[in-house]
């Protein structure tokens, strides 16, 4: 029995530690707007905006917050989820700008809400696309 609680005490702090290492934040964020997302991060979702590539293709994501600050980075083939969070300034914001690209095209560009999906897909032959969906 105490092996059995032990594995599960490993397995649920490797989830964790994946989780919040595929969330990122606006670069505005304060330490009180850090310190009150991870108060959530057990309930993905909230104010966030989740991104997954369930495709052969890594692809890059830019995102435009609505006050004109950036952020980049890559998911992998088949990686874990990524989450992007859009509360800040101690309030969560509806939408941001979000461009998801391949090594050779744009799969999807456009204005997201907080609370979607966006699903990248594989397509055809050795290609990708992207499906956005409300949860």
Request: glycine letters at 2%.
């Amino acid at each position: 029995m105490k092996l059995k609680s032990l594995l599960f005490l490993v397995c649920f702090s490797l989830f964790t530690n994946v989780f919040a290492a595929n969330l990122h934040m606006s670069p505005k964020a304060t330490a009180e707007d850090k310190q009150s997302i991870s108060k959530n991060l057990t309930y993905p979702g909230y104010c966030q905006i989740e991104i997954i590539n369930n495709s052969f293709t890594d692809v890059t994501v830019f995102g435009t917050y609505d006050d004109g600050s950036t952020i980049a980075f890559d998911i992998y083939s088949f990686d874990a989820p990524h989450y992007v969070s859009l509360f800040y300034n101690f309030y969560c914001h509806s939408q941001m700008y979000i461009t998801v690209q391949s090594p050779f095209y744009t799969l999807y560009s456009g204005w997201t809400n907080i609370n979607s999906t966006i699903r990248i897909l594989p397509y055809l032959k050795n290609q990708a696309k992207a499906e956005v969906s409300a949860r």
